[in-house]
């Protein structure tokens, strides 16, 4: 039924009631007597609406969907209404807050930057992305324009410009960002900021790769076309200078093919298709061969000996044996005639444990390297000595393979050197590497 009809009903029946009881009151009993009685019932009346006038007033001092009171006559239908009203609107805001909290975990998650700002770029709220990307801090910067936050010329420019349909590449701080600006909801503009540092280094990388790598295979083929050069044209050439000439192009041949199996096998270590086939490794057997390998590499220039003492472990046979013939192979390389070069395997403490796990230690006599160069020798195509790299067959790349085995193996190289007294490459593996 309509409200109107329900308010007003039982509100006109009950001052009816009222109307008739002082009639038949005064017909009775005089007319004082009709007086009093309706004037007492109206009093009543009047106190019981001031009395729920007085509770609602309370009520909406702190309005809850638990304080309500039932209410008499009409205003049953009152509090009734209020309550469902109430109810709703705590429903509502019970999903508001729900929403608010989810939209806040996401944008505590995003890694991108996100800062809401108004139309004269100061600065509303930003997540913890947009903090550690443009340095702001929430707490410190709200309320900030952020062009005084992020006092960059190139972002200055930007917002000068204000060509916000094109992204802005910007070096802040360490970091190469992405930034771009959106309007949104008229008066309010969204600072987007994506962080491409990580992405940067590895084009970088691949640059530098690509660069030396080129460099590195130039160098051979100019000696083999300038001699094939030689060879097809008319100059006389005696025996003596042909066959010096086609030593000189075979040894670059070869150089080119060792630098081209090297990147391949770096390439194939770093690949994610390629998983590290494990099998036990019978240490003893590998170490006799790396050792072999080195006394044929050394042709008797030098003392090598190797000393077994650790257990086998699990892991690939083929690229340990290559990194162990890597470290080997520079010992021998950078070691001059006479030295000593020293292979051991070790077990170490409390291998199996839990402590550190076992290692391939190989100590040389020879040439020794700077400390201020250590950092950097596991970095492709990086050489202390370049020509002397290039007189013993280097490639350069012989420890930035070592690096990737013992990385797939979940271990570790480590280098001591002294200049003119020697140095020490120790490849150790992780305890749980133990057979
Ligand atoms: P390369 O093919 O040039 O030997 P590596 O990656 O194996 O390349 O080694 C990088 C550089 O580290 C070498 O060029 C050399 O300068 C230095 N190096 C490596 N091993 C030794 C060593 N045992 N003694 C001295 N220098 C070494």
Not at 210 to 238: C, K, Q, W, Y
Not at 322 to 349: I, K
Not at 420 to 434: D, E, N, Q, T
Request: include cysteine; aromatic fraction near 6%; charge should be neutral.
């Amino acid at each position: 039924m309509n409200p109107r009809v329900l308010f007003w009903i039982p509100a006109l029946l009950r001052l009816s009631v009222i109307l008739l009881g002082s009639i038949v009151m005064g017909w009775m009993f005089g007319l004082i007597a009709g007086l009093t009685m309706s004037f007492l019932s109206m009093l009543a009346l009047l106190l019981i609406q001031l009395s729920y006038l007085y509770q609602l007033g309370e009520w909406l001092d702190k309005p809850n969907s638990e304080g309500l009171p039932d209410g008499w006559g009409s205003w049953t239908a009152i509090f009734a209404r209020l309550y469902r009203l109430r109810r709703d609107d705590e429903r509502n805001q019970a999903e508001l807050t729900e929403w608010l909290a989810r939209f806040r975990q996401a944008m505590h998650l995003l890694p991108d930057g996100v800062a809401i700002m108004d139309d004269v770029l100061f600065l509303e709220w930003c997540n913890p992305a947009a903090e550690r990307h443009l340095g702001l801090t929430m707490a410190r910067d709200k309320g900030m324009r952020v062009t005084n936050l992020i006092r960059h010329p190139d972002f200055i420019d930007y917002i000068i410009l204000g060509r916000y349909e094109q992204p802005l590449t910007l070096r802040l701080r360490d970091r190469k960002l992405i930034c771009q600006i959106i309007p949104f909801e008229n008066r309010r503009q969204i600072l987007v900021t994506h962080d491409i540092t990580e992405m940067d280094r590895i084009e970088e990388m691949r640059r530098d790769f690509i660069a030396n790598a080129s460099h590195e295979l130039r160098t051979p083929l100019t000696v083999i076309v300038g001699f094939l050069e030689i060879a097809s044209s008319d100059m006389p050439l005696d025996s003596a200078t042909r066959a010096a000439h086609l030593k000189l192009m075979t040894e670059q041949g070869h150089r080119m093919q060792r630098l081209i199996e090297d990147m391949l096998t770096l390439s194939r270590l770093e690949s994610a298709d390629y998983p590290l086939r494990a099998e036990r490794v019978a240490i003893g057997a590998l170490v006799e061969e790396v050792l072999q390998e080195a006394r044929a590499l050394s042709g008797g220039k030098h003392e090598i000996t190797a000393v077994v003492d650790g257990p086998d472990v699990r892991g690939s046979h083929e690229e340990l044996r290559s990194a162990f013939a890597n470290l080997a192979s520079n010992a021998v390389r950078y070691t001059p005639v006479g030295g000593q070069v020293q292979l051991r395997w070790e077990s170490g403490h409390d291998a199996g444990k839990g402590g550190d796990g076992p290692r391939f230690v190989v100590s040389d006599t020879g040439i020794g390297i700077d400390q201020s160069h250590i950092a950097r020798l596991t970095e492709r195509f990086y050489r202390v000595d370049k020509s002397r790299s290039r007189e013993t067959q280097g490639t350069g790349l012989g420890l930035a393979i070592v690096k990737h085995v013992l990385l797939r193996h979940g271990g570790s190289l480590a280098i001591r050197s002294e200049p003119g007294k020697g140095s020490s490459f120790i490849a150790a593996l992780p305890a749980s590497s133990v057979v």
